[in-house]
C-alpha cells in the first residue's frame, strides 16, 4: 500500500531528520484557497469550485462527492462521516452523518453459539452494514452553508461517474489487496472488475450507475437518495448478503447538527468532534492534561515529552473506552471528561518518569489487538475565512465489500466500531463499554476527529486524518507539532508519530520515529515497543501571515493545492 514516494520519504527520515525532510515537502501555497485531500482529483474540484465562487463548504462537498466517486476504498455514498464547519461569521458547526444501527439490530446480534464475536459477520457482508449517513451529511452542509446550489457542486462528481476516471497506483494496489473478498459478492465484481480480473494502473473506471444516482441527488436533494428507489437498492442488497437493513431504515435517516467540542489550548481555541465521534472528546482531554507539561523546553521527540504525550492518551482512550457512546442513546458525562480540573486530577497523578500500568487506569476491561485501514480526511479554507474539515469513512477499505446492485456503490462495514461484547476488541483494538453497545437507531462509537484550531477566532490549523484509533493520535502530534513544538507545516506532518490507546498496553510508532537511546529511555520507564508502518494521513492547512499553507501527508497520494 506504500508509494514510492513514502518509502523514499521514510528513508530520508531515517538517515537525518530534519533537513533532508524540508527539502522532499515543500507546502502548496495560495492566498484565495487551499483544499488538501487524500485525492488529486478532489483536491483539484475543490480548487476549482472556489474560483468559480464557491466558498469553503460548497468546495468540501463537492469534493465530498468525488471522492465517492474517485475514492471508492473511502469515499463513499454508502457510508458516513464528519463535518467541522468554521464560518466566517464567527459561527461553529458539527454536522454527524454518522450511520446507525439497523431497527432491527440487537446487542447479541454478532455473537456466535460459543460466546465469541462473529468477526467475520462483524466486517465482511450485509450484516456488518449501518444504515448510510454521509449523503444526508453532503446535502445538509451543502443547503445550510454553501453558496452554489447542489446541482452546481455535485456536475464534477456526476461527470467523473459517467465519463470515468483512470485508476493509480494506490486504488491499484488496494483493489488487488481486496480483490478476493470481492469475488464473494457477484454485484461487486460486476462493477470492480475488469474481465474477472482486478483493474491496473491506468485503466478507466466508468461508473454509470453510480452517476444516474448522483444524477438523482443533485436534481431531488435528499429524496434522491433517502426516498424512491435507492432506499429498496440498498436493504434489497443487503438483505442477500446477510444483512438486516430495511427500506425504512434508510428513508429514516438523519444527519444531525451538534455542539463542537471546543477546548483552549495555549491560547488557541481547539474545535473538534463531539460523540458520536470519541475524537474530540479525547483530543481535548489529551490537550487539557498536556497543558501541565512544557512541552517545548523537552522538544519534540524527546523522552519527556514523548513520556508526558503517552501518559495523557493512555488516560484520554481509558476514558474513550469507558464512558463514550452515542449521546442520544447513553449519559456521557461529557461536562466532567472535558474540564480543566478533571485535567488538573488526571495530571498530577502521572508520574514524571515511569509509565503508568494500563490494568491500573480500569482494571475491569482488557485484550488483544487487530488492524485494520481506510477512512478518508480533507481540509478547506477559503479567503473569506471560512474552514471545513471532513473525515468520512466505509470504515475498512471498501467497507463491506458489498457493491448496491442497481446503483454501483460500497456499503460500509462500520457496525465493527460497536463493541459487539464489551471488552471485545475491535478491528483497531478498540474494545468499549456498554456505552457503545448495539441498539437499533444507534450511532456507532467513532475515532474520527475532524478538527480546526482558532486563533483569535480566526482560522490557523484545519487538519484530520485516517487510521481508526490512531487518528486522534495523528491529529493530535501534528498539532503539538505546531502549537509546541514550532515547526512549519511540511515538517510538522513528516516527522514520525507514535500512538498508545491505554490497551493494548503499548507504544506503536512509526519507523524512525524513535531514535534509538529514546527507545532505551522509553523501556526503562516502562514502555512496551512495537514499530508499526504508519500512523494516521493528515491532510492539513495553515493559515500564515502570508496566505495559506496546504500539506497532503506524505504517508498517502493525497494533494494539497491553493489558489
Ligand atoms: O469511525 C472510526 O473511527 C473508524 N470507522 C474509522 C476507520 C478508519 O479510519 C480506517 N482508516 N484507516
Known sequence: MFS??????VLLCLVSPSLSQISVL???????????????????????????????????VAAGFVLAVTYPQAGNLGGGGYYMIHLAN??????????????????????????SVDDAEELVGGLSVGVPGNVDGLILAERKFGKLSLRKVMEPAIALAKKGFRVNERLASDFKHAFDLFKKFPSTMKYFSKNDTTFRVGDLVVQKDLAKVLRKIAAQGRDGFYGGQIPELIAKEDQATGGVITAKDVEDYHAVVREPISVTYHGCQVLSMPPSSSGGVCLAEILNI???????????GASQSLHYELEAMRRAFADRDKYLGDVDFVN???????????ADSLASKIDPFSATPSIDIYPDLIHPMKEGTHTTHYSVIDREGNAVSVTTTLNSYFGSMVVVDG????????????????????????IGATANSIMAGKRMLSSMTPTIVLK????YLVLGSPGGTKIINAVLQVLLNVIDYHMPLAEAEMVGRVHMQWVPDKVFYEPGALVYDVKENLASRGYTLEEVQQIGEVQAILVTPKGFEGVADPRGAGDAQGY
Do not use: C, W
Open 4 to 9: 514510492l514516494r513514502r518509502t523514499i520519504v
Open 26 to 60: 515543500k507546502p502548496a501555497f495560495g492566498v484565495n484557497g487551499m483544499v488538501s485531500s487524500s485525492d488529486s482529483i478532489a483536491t483539484a474540484v475543490g480548487v476549482r469550485i472556489m474560483k468559480e465562487g464557491g466558498n469553503a463548504v460548497d468546495a468540501a
Open 90 to 115: 464567527g459561527k461553529d458547526y458539527a454536522i454527524d452523518a454518522r450511520e446507525t444501527a439497523p431497527a432491527a439490530a440487537s446487542r447479541n446480534m454478532y455473537i456466535d453459539s460459543t460466546g
Open 290 to 300: 498536556l497543558e501541565h507539561f512544557d512541552l517545548a523546553k523537552y522538544g519534540y
Open 332 to 342: 456521557v458525562p461529557l461536562k466532567r471528561l472535558l474540564s480543566k480540573a478533571y
Open 407 to 430: 446503483a454501483g456503490f460500497f456499503l460500509n462495514n462500520e457496525m465493527d466500531d460497536f463493541s459487539a461484547k464489551p471488552g471485545t476488541p475491535n478491528q483497531f483494538g478498540a
Open 456 to 459: 483569535d477566532g480566526h482560522p
